[in-house]
C-alpha cells in the first residue's frame, strides 16, 4: 500500500535502533482525513481512558467526559463542546491504541510490522497549534511517526542513554544541552520518520496548522524478556532452582549451578522455538471480517 523509500533489508541492517531515518511521501495524503478520523474516533469507548486531552499539561478527564446512565447502565460520554473548546485554544488530545478503532491505522500498523519486523501499536496525536503535548523526551521503543494530516515540527538528537528499557523513564532526566541534533524540520502529510528508542525529541504544533500524526511505536522482546521467560517457564522443571535460598551466606557454587542450567536451556533452539510460538499468539491483531464476500 505504501511506498517506503528503503527496503525493508536495508532498514533492518542499516537504521532499526542505530539511525533516524526520514522518509518523504511514503503514503497518499488524500487517504485520510478529518471525517475518517471522526468515524473511526466514534467506536471509541470514553470509559476506557485511551483518550487524553493536553492544554498546559493533561487536562483533568471530568472536563470532557461526563458520567451518563440509561436505565441500569451506567457509562461515560465525551463532551462534544468541550473537545473543541480545548482543542480551538492550543489543546492537543492523544488517542491511544487506535489501530483498535480505525481499521487504516490497524492496516498501517500491520505494514510497518512486517516492515520492521516487530509487533507494533499505534497512538493518534491531533492539534491545531499550541505548545504540544510533552517537552524533549525520548522513549523507551522506537517510532514510526506517521503524518496522516496537515504538517508538525519535528527536532531529533542523539541519545543519551543507548537502548533504554520502559523501566528507564525518559520524561524524568533533564534533556541534554550537549547532544547532538539530528534532525530540524516539517514532517508533511504522507511522510514518515523513524526515531530509534532513546533518541531525545521534541514535536511542535505549527501556528494555526492542524495536525494528526499516528507514532506507530515497534515493541520488541529484548534480550532480557526472553531469559525471563526462560526463567518462568522452563527453570521450575530443575530442583536447583526450587530449592529454598540460604540468608545466611551466599552459596555461589548452587548460583553457578543454577545459571549452567540457564545457560544451556536458553541456547537450546528448542526453547527458542518455543519462546517464538508463544509471541504470536497475541490478541493485538484485530480480524477484518470481510461481510461484503460473506453476503453478496
Ligand atoms: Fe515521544
Aim: a negative charge; hydrophobic letters at 40%; charged letters at 25%.
Amino acid at each position: 500500500m505504501n511506498n517506503f523509500n528503503i527496503d525493508k533489508e536495508c532498514f533492518r541492517k542499516e537504521f532499526f535502533e542505530k539511525n533516524l531515518l526520514h522518509m518523504k511521501s511514503c503514503l497518499d495524503p488524500a487517504r485520510y482525513d478529518w471525517e475518517d478520523f471522526g468515524n473511526d474516533f466514534f467506536s471509541i469507548e470514553p470509559g476506557l481512558g485511551t483518550v487524553r486531552l493536553y492544554r498546559d499539561g493533561r487536562v483533568d478527564r471530568q472536563v470532557y467526559q461526563h458520567a451518563a446512565q440509561n436505565n441500569e447502565e451506567v457509562g461515560f460520554k465525551f463532551d462534544e463542546a468541550s473537545f473543541a473548546n480545548i482543542l480551538n485554544n492550543g489543546g492537543s488530545m492523544v488517542v491511544n491504541r487506535f489501530e483498535k478503532s480505525s481499521r487504516y491505522v490497524a492496516a498501517l500498523c500491520r505494514e510497518l510490522s512486517d516492515y520492521s519486523g516487530h509487533a507494533t501499536v499505534g497512538n493518534a496525536y491531533a492539534t491545531k497549534g499550541g505548545t504540544g503535548t510533552f517537552g524533549k523526551h525520548w522513549d523507551s521503543h522506537c517510532v514510526f511517526a506517521v503524518q496522516l494530516i496537515g504538517k508538525k515540527h519535528w527536532t531529533v538528537f542523539r541519545p543519551t542513554v543507548d537502548l533504554p528499557l520502559s523501566t528507564q523513564n525518559g520524561f524524568a532526566k533533564a534533556p541534554p544541552t550537549d547532544t547532538e541534533m539530528v534532525f530540524d524540520g516539517i514532517l508533511e502529510a504522507g511522510d514518515v520518520l523513524y526515531i530509534p528508542r532513546g533518541w531525545w525529541h521534541a514535536v511542535n504544533p505549527l501556528a494555526d496548522q492542524p495536525s494528526l500524526h499516528i507514532a506507530v511505536g515497534i515493541h520488541t522482546p529484548k534480550v532480557l524478556d526472553y531469559l525471563k521467560w526462560v526463567l518462568i517457564h522452563k527453570m521450575s522443571a530443575n530442583k536447583e532452582f526450587r530449592e529454598t535460598m540460604a540468608l545466611t551466606r551466599l552459596d555461589a557454587g548452587s548460583m553457578a549451578q543454577a545459571c549452567e542450567l540457564l545457560t544451556s536451556s536458553s541456547t537450546s533452539s528448542e526453547t527458542f522455538e518455543e519462546y517464538l510460538n508463544a509471541l504470536n499468539i497475541s490478541l493485538s491483531e484485530k480480524p477484518y471480517i470481510d461481510f461484503d464476500s460473506i453476503f453478496k
